[in-house]
C-alpha cells in the first residue's frame, strides 16, 4: 500500500499550487483519503479530506474557499488545488489513506502515509 505525493514548491502569496498524491497497492475507489500538512516547528494539521466516491468534502477553517480537494478513481489519483496561498500555508502535505470510505479529521484514523512534499509561500 502506497501513496506518493508530488506538485509542491515555491510560490509567491496569492499564487497557486496543485498537489496530487497516486495510490497503489489497494483499492483507492473505497477508502477515504485526506491531505495533512506539517508545517516547522508545529504539529500536523489536518487540512481536507474527501470519502471514497467523492460526493463529500470537508475543509479546515484555515483553507476553506482557497483549498479544493478531488479525486480520480478512476486515474488512483487524489488532488489538491490551492489557490490565493499565504505565508502561513507553508509546510509539507501529506497524503493519507483512512481504513474506511469516510474521511474525519482524526489524525490517528488514518493508516497510509505518503512522504511528503513541501510547499513554501514566499516573497
Known amino acids: 500500500v502506497h501513496v506518493v505525493e508530488s506538485g509542491g514548491g515555491l510560490v509567491q502569496p496569492g499564487g497557486s499550487l496543485r498537489l496530487s498524491c497516486v495510490a497503489s497497492?489497494?483499492?483507492?475507489?473505497?477508502?477515504?483519503m485526506a491531505w495533512v500538512r506539517q508545517a516547522p516547528g508545529k504539529g500536523s494539521e489536518w487540512v481536507s479530506g474527501?470519502?471514497?466516491?467523492?460526493?463529500?468534502?470537508n475543509y479546515a477553517d484555515s483553507v476553506k474557499g482557497r483549498f479544493t480537494i478531488s479525486r480520480d478513481n478512476a486515474k488512483n489519483t487524489l488532488y489538491l488545488q490551492m489557490n490565493s496561498l499565504k505565508p502561513e500555508d507553508t509546510a509539507v502535505y501529506y497524503c493519507?489513506?483512512?481504513?474506511?470510505?469516510?474521511?474525519?479529521?482524526?489524525?490517528?484514523?488514518?493508516?497510509?502515509w505518503g512522504q511528503g512534499t513541501q510547499v513554501t509561500v514566499s516573497s
Open positions: 493519507v489513506k483512512s481504513p474506511t470510505w469516510k474521511s474525519t479529521g482524526i489524525l490517528e484514523e488514518y493508516d497510509t
Open positions: 497497492g489497494f483499492t483507492f475507489s473505497l477508502y477515504g
Open positions: 474527501i470519502i471514497s466516491n467523492g460526493a463529500t468534502t
